[in-house]
């Protein structure tokens, strides 16, 4: 955390963070690390003592949210938003991931927490016509993408066939469809438009952000759609003035945790201009070279599950695209969307607008 907070200092030419920075907002849940009030652990490696420190539990795409709203409010100039994972400390992941499911209906059923990924899974491949081919292509493409990025964990030289040779988890799931997780910690730096300017002439903007959390019942709620990323959408969508997304992003961000959620989330996004997300997906469309990148960087299942930190490490990409320094896999990208999911059992994501100057 401390030295991922001193390069985000660098990188955006703050000296010292105690003089300058009004507020911390720090993204954890006490569940993946193991400690009780672990966010009491943070503002020592963000140089946030005796400063305000607001802690999210949840993704830090949410956490980018609260700090947004901090700034507009007026109070505040410069926010700091930190999230992190220390997965490799986690022998118990399947326990942990049960801990979100209804205690008297769910959990008592001791079940592998992806067992609701798989019905997910199979209700939307039957919705859009899909199958166990396409769930491998978005592998393929994913891993392979991430060949190109150091930063990457899980990259690989894989086909569909290797895919499909794997015996499921959970039907239709193999173990190349959900994502691995890793270590990391992001920290991100806002500022006000005119501050900002004071910094450094290489800004990125958020021109709209939404979250939202959708019926946390998995009896209720509207499978193999997510109503989450559509309404979190929505939100951003109306602040950036985005008229028709299919047409407005020259790439896309999404979570990809789960291979057949990236599909899912491309759709709520409204991504596909009306044209069916399986023939775009076969014909390449969603690949570095095709008319709307998605996952670049190789997403959750090349790159890693960074837990609370999976929000800022698609920022992080967005930054590196945006300001052409995504070397090897640069897409040339004003404008792109970023969207977050905290996981199986939740309903809970975030959608974010980011744009650069031309």
Same mark, same amino acid.
């Given at each position: ?26 993204c ?8 009780s ?22 993704d830090?795409?949410?956490?980018l949210?609260?700090?947004?709203m ?7 100039d410069?926010?700091?938003?930190e ?19 209804d ?11 992806y067992?609701?990924a798989g019905?997910?899974?199979t ?9 166990r ?8 493409k ?6 190109k990025?150091? *930063? ?20 239709? *799931? ?22 900002a ?6 800004i ?34 109306k *602040? ?11 790439m ?18 409204r ?8 023939? !775009? ?9 095709g008319s ?23 920022? !992080?990409?967005g ?7 995504a070397?090897?896999?640069?897409i040339s ?10 996981g ?9 607008? *980011?744009?650069?100057?031309?």
């Amino acid at each position: 955390m401390f030295e991922a907070a001193s390069r985000a200092y660098a990188d955006a030419g703050i000296d010292d963070p105690r003089k300058t920075v009004d507020a911390f907002v720090t993204c954890e849940e006490d569940f993946w690390s193991g400690i009780s009030i672990f966010d009491e652990f943070t503002p020592d490696q963000l140089g946030g003592v005796y400063k305000p420190v607001y802690t999210i539990t949840s993704d830090g795409l949410i956490g980018l949210a609260s700090a947004y709203m901090k700034i507009r409010t007026g109070l505040f100039d410069i926010v700091v938003v930190e999230a992190h994972s220390k997965a490799s400390e986690i022998i118990t992941l399947n326990d942990i991931i049960n801990f979100a499911y209804d205690p008297i209906y769910n959990r008592p059923l001791n079940l592998n927490p992806y067992f609701l990924a798989g019905l997910e899974a199979t209700k939307y491949l039957h919705k859009i016509g899909g199958s166990r081919y396409h769930l491998s292509l978005i592998v393929e493409k994913n891993k392979t993408n991430a060949l190109k990025n150091p *930063l990457a964990s899980y990259a690989s030289k894989i086909t569909t066939e290797d895919v499909n040779k794997l015996k499921p988890i959970i039907e239709p *799931l193999n173990p190349l469809d959900i994502a691995q997780p890793i270590d990391v910690s992001i920290v991100v730096v806002l500022a006000r438009s005119d501050i900002a300017k004071k910094f450094t002439d290489r800004i990125v903007w958020i021109d709209g952000i939404g979250w939202a959390t959708e019926n946390p019942s998995i009896e209720n709620r509207d499978w193999g759609n997510a109503a989450y990323a559509r309404i979190a959408a929505n939100m951003a969508y109306k *602040l950036a003035d985005i008229k028709n997304p299919a047409r407005e992003f020259d790439m896309a961000i999404v979570d990809d945790k789960i291979s057949y959620k990236e599909l899912e989330h491309i759709e709520a996004l409204r991504l596909t201009g009306g044209k069916n997300v399986l023939r !775009l997906l076969e014909d390449g469309e969603f690949n570095i070279k095709g008319s709307l990148p998605v996952n670049p960087h190789g997403g959750e299942l090349g790159v890693g599950w960074a837990l609370e930190a999976s929000g800022l490490v698609a920022v !992080l990409e967005g930054v590196y695209q945006l300001r052409n320094e995504a070397v090897g896999r640069q897409i040339s990208a004003k404008k792109i969307v970023i969207q977050s999911w905290r996981g199986i059992p939740t309903t809970t994501g975030a959608v974010a607008v *980011l744009t650069i100057d031309n």
